[in-house]
């Protein structure tokens, strides 16, 4: 075979060769692009149309540009009442259960006790058993006490389901958590409360961030647990539900943007002021 006939072969494996690594290489990342671009995708539908001024009542084809659904948030009735519920639950939720969930960890960590495997057991079934057996339960049991479904109802079992949540999360930090810092302070002379608060609950203060802001966003959210027990109390998901069977207004994209754009900054904040005490630490 002549030397003509082998160069543009060996040029052609060369240029094979070349794009197969160049594929290999960007292939991961070409796929978490498009995994991301696929989870975005409807927050940037809710984004786009939250500025549609829709002919009718329904938000779903897009018509033209408009400021008034931001500047008249609250135009459509009862939607302001139903955003303050959620945000009333969610935050006297996503404390009481931070503060019960972490205190369970506490004690399923660093004690022993008889039943600890079944309470650990039984912290997980909320997670792992669907919202519509734990909504059904909580509702039997507020029927057999005669409870009157409102606040109260709402209240209790979104801090039953967010507390498995506080308790994981918290759990996972203390897994790893260094005990001989918490004997050299009593060493030099601290006591149990005071290890507690100089030592101990700072380190697991990101863990615990994390757990309120995870029980915030899954209170403000959820539907089939309140939809059981929340007798004529409207919380903003309800009021979703029961707006989009008779019409969407874009005041719902409206609010769904504001919701996504703070729990974005809050996530960015807390990012920054880590990244920030580990240059201060190093």
Not at 101 to 124: D, E, H, K, P, S
């Amino acid at each position: 075979m002549s030397a003509v006939a082998v160069e543009p072969r060996r040029e052609r494996t060369n240029l094979l060769a070349k794009v197969l690594a160049f594929v290999r290489h960007h292939l991961l990342t070409a796929y978490s692009l498009l995994f991301f671009a696929y989870l975005l995708l409807p927050i940037a539908v809710v984004v786009v149309f939250s500025f549609n001024n829709p002919p009718g009542k329904f938000n779903y084809t897009w018509n033209e540009f408009t400021w008034d659904n931001w500047r008249y948030w609250d135009g459509v009735p009862g939607i302001r009442s139903s955003i303050v519920l959620s945000l009333q639950i969610a935050l006297l939720a996503s404390v009481i259960a931070t503060a019960l969930g972490t205190l369970i960890a506490l004690a399923l960590v660093r004690y022993g006790f008889r039943g600890r495997g079944t309470t650990n057991i039984l912290i997980f079934l909320p997670l792992s058993t669907p919202e519509i057996v734990l909504g059904a339960s909580l509702l039997t049991l507020f029927l057999n006490m005669n409870v009157i479904f409102g606040f109260w109802t709402i209240l209790i079992a979104h801090i039953m389901f967010c507390i498995s949540f506080a308790v994981v999360t918290v759990k996972a930090r203390l897994v790893g958590f260094d005990r001989h810092l918490e004997e050299a302070a009593m060493d030099l002379g601290a006591n149990e409360w005071t290890t507690f608060r100089k030592v101990t609950l700072p380190l697991i203060a990101p863990a615990i961030l994390a757990a309120l802001l995870l029980c915030f966003a899954i209170s403000i959210d959820d539907f089939v647990v309140t939809y059981f027990n929340s007798g004529n109390r409207i919380t903003f998901p309800l009021f979703v539900w029961g707006a989009a069977r008779i019409g969407a207004p874009p005041q719902v994209n409206v609010i769904g943007t504001a919701i996504f754009v703070i729990a974005l900054t809050a996530m960015l904040v807390n990012v920054l002021v880590q990244m920030r005490r580990q240059k201060t630490a190093s």
